[in-house]
């Protein structure tokens, strides 16, 4: 199983599940009880009947049930945790929360042959009229206690530089969640693209969802490739990747990235530049010097998109990027420098602090908690805010200084849980921004800095692995960036501490089965296929 659960006892009598099984479950468990029925009936053909508490014979029933831990009031990471049992009478799930009763399904999901995580049956009678089914299935017997190390563990999809239809998100959220991880951060606004509709203003996704071209091959080969790329979630499109999540029991976090990576927002509306100049979308990777101004009007822009975002993310966090924003344009501008004067700052550079500020305080007006990447720390980060940390030369200075300043941090340094980094620096290797990230290096990732002062730990509240897109256009090879990264990173993020990769090869080579039953294009740890490679280098004109 993977992530390894916290104890796992075999024991010896186990149960089969059949055709007319039963999912049986209390109230708080009846919609998870609903998405394992209809998971399991798909993949099986069985009729599976959804029935309360009593229902069910006791063979080849599964019990869902939510019941408070005795051992006090749960909460935090505790609350998600699970306890699944096979015996004789059938399949028992039990946890302080719907949450961990998801969870105890998603490992019941893998304590099942992986033929079930298919869409259809792959035996029983083909064809018009007769329902294909497969046969009756054992399970063995097995006592499992399980819960998560961290309570945010996350997963990110850069949206902006490759936009990637709704469809592929869903997958996502379903490919995550049953690696037991539960945040999906979206990088929805970058330089090269505005994503998501906002209705006070149409131009940024009429002029920043499209961009003229991308750059062909490594971007400082300065080729562009000619082909128009773009396309933007809608409200509806957004609202439903948000229910389908919370289903699963995963937290949408959106990112609005201000105020640097915003020359689509520019390119849209000039007049939120620093030169009133009109600007493309960028078509080219890497840092645009080309950042907001501080007007009024132009906080005002950023609070009121916001606004519109949080109406359809529901969830607690919501991410303003702050990273890399150079400070060129502030510096040149009469405007920004009397702004800092103004305010009695040093200079222009601490204006991203009071930026951030300015943004957050609206937020949590709102109630909502503020995310950004390291940078916003610089200044001093808004009250409250929640730091992620990515750059991977001070990741741990950072963590620090954050979790001192009263900060809680999310691990994402980019020397481990990069997944946009090539897997090797073999040449068989598809195009990647640099080398390289290998899945054992993924699995020996602490998250906890070391060097944390006593009494801190508990401001690490979890880690998260990034997919940016420059070199990844299209989903099946977002699946083999992320895959089998993002399973080794699932036990960094959900499992004890005790890791040992001699003992996590075997699994993940059997796991294989489980992401080939789900049609995942993971790269196998030998390298690539020659499918996987070719694919890419002819498209994009091969690796420097
Ligand atoms: C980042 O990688 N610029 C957060």
Redesign the pocket.
């Known amino acids: 199983m993977i992530p390894r659960p916290s104890s796992v006892r075999g024991t010896a009598e186990g149960t089969t599940l059949s055709d007319g099984m039963v999912v049986a479950s209390d109230e708080a468990s009846a919609d998870v009880a609903s998405l394992l029925a209809e998971e399991l009936q798909a993949a099986t053909g069985w009729r599976v009947a959804l029935g309360g508490p009593g229902a069910g014979s006791s063979h080849g029933t599964v019990r869902l049930a939510v019941r408070p831990d005795p051992s006090g009031v749960p909460d935090g990471p505790s609350l998600e945790s699970y306890r699944l049992r096979v015996s004789a009478s059938g399949v028992e799930i039990e946890a302080p929360s719907p949450a961990g009763v998801f969870y105890g399904t998603r490992t019941l999901r893998e304590l099942l042959p992986a033929e079930l995580l298919r869409s259809a049956p792959t035996i029983g009678p083909p064809g018009a009229g007769a329902r294909s089914a497969v046969a009756p299935v054992d399970v063995p017997g097995v006592e499992i206690e399980d819960g998560p190390r961290f309570a945010w563990r996350g997963i990110h999809l850069d949206v902006a530089r490759h936009f990637f239809q709704k469809r592929f998100v869903l997958r996502l959220i379903d490919l995550a969640s049953l690696h037991k991880l539960n945040m999906l951060h979206l990088h929805l606004t970058d330089d090269q693209g505005w994503r998501f509709q906002v209705d006070r203003y149409p131009l940024l996704t009429e002029v920043g969802a499209w961009r003229r071209e991308s750059p062909a091959g490594h971007y400082r080969e300065g080729r562009g490739d000619g082909t128009p790329h773009g396309g933007f979630y809608t409200k509806a499109d957004l609202a439903e990747i948000v229910a389908y999540a919370a289903r699963r029991f995963v937290t949408v976090v959106p990112e609005v990235d201000m105020p640097g ?1 915003m020359l689509a927002a520019i390119a849209a509306y000039p007049q939120l530049g620093n030169t009133g100049r009109q600007f493309e979308v960028y078509t080219s990777w890497g840092i645009s010097d080309h950042v907001l101004n501080l007007e009024e009007r132009t906080v005002r822009f950023c609070t009121d998109v916001l606004d519109e975002l949080a109406e359809i993310c529901p969830g607690p966090y919501i991410h303003i ?1 702050g ?2 924003c150079p400070v060129t344009e502030w510096e040149a501008s009469a405007a920004a420098r009397d702004l800092a004067k103004s305010l009695g700052l040093p200079g222009p550079q601490r204006l991203q602090s009071w930026f951030s500020r300015q943004v957050a305080g609206a937020l949590s007006a709102k109630g909502r908690v503020t995310v950004g ?2 940078e916003i720390l610089e200044g001093g980060a808004p009250p409250g805010a929640v730091v ?1 940390v ?2 991977g030369d001070d990741a741990r200075e950072v963590a620090i200084k954050a979790a001192e300043a009263g900060h809680d941090v999310i691990m ?1 340094p ?1 020397t481990w849980t ?1 997944f946009d980094l090539s897997y090797s620096d073999s040449p068989a290797e598809p195009l990647a921004i640099r080398a390289g990230i290998s899945v054992a290096d993924v699995y020996g990732f602490e998250p906890v800095p070391a060097g944390l002062p006593p009494g801190l730990e508990g401001h690490v509240i979890g880690t998260q692995c ?1 997919l ?1 897109t420059e070199y990844v256009p299209t989903p099946e090879h977002a699946e083999y960036m992320y895959f089998p990264r993002v399973c080794a990173f699932s036990e960094v993020a959900w499992s004890p501490r005790d890791r040992r990769w001699d003992e996590f090869e075997p699994r993940l080579e059997a796991h294989m089965a489980r992401l080939d039953a789900l049609g995942v294009n993971y790269r196998p740890l030998a390298g690539p296929t020659p499918g996987q490679a070719r694919t890419w280098s002819t498209r994009m004109g091969g690796p420097l």
Do not use: A, C, I, K
């Open positions: 990576h990027g990273d890399e990447w390291t992620m990515w750059r994402s980019e990069y990034q940016w």
